[in-house]
């Protein structure tokens, strides 16, 4: 059986995680309440970089996140991307848009 994720977990890996990637490029963090796929709310991480696609994929190998789990799509902003991993046992979730060259 797989315990829930409460709101205090996902606080502490954040916690953590700032903790740990303290010299990390800026991100903006939350936590926030989902339903996961056993249909039950569980807490997790957000951490969104703004601007900087190269500041996501920094974001990205220091999270360890798998990169074909990357999801890239063209948004009303420019370029979006989207990986969603582990840590400490809280579901996180990265996220980037960053304007692309004008044509």
């Known amino acids: 059986m797989t315990t829930l994720t409460s709101e205090a977990d996902a606080a502490h890996a954040l916690m953590m995680l700032l903790a740990e990637h303290a010299g990390m490029p800026r991100a903006d963090f939350d936590v926030h309440e989902y339903v996961s796929d056993a249909g039950e ?17 920094q ?18 902003h420019g370029a979006c991307l989207n990986a969603i991993g582990d840590f400490d ?10 304007d692309t060259p004008a044509k």
């Open 41 to 57: 709310p569980e807490w997790g991480v957000v951490l969104v970089v703004g601007d900087s696609l190269a500041h996501f994929e």
């Open 59 to 76: 974001w990205r190998a220091a999270l360890d996140l798998d990169p074909v789990f990357v999801d890239f799509s063209a948004c009303s």
């Open 89 to 98: 046992g809280v579901s996180v979730e990265l996220f980037a848009v960053a």
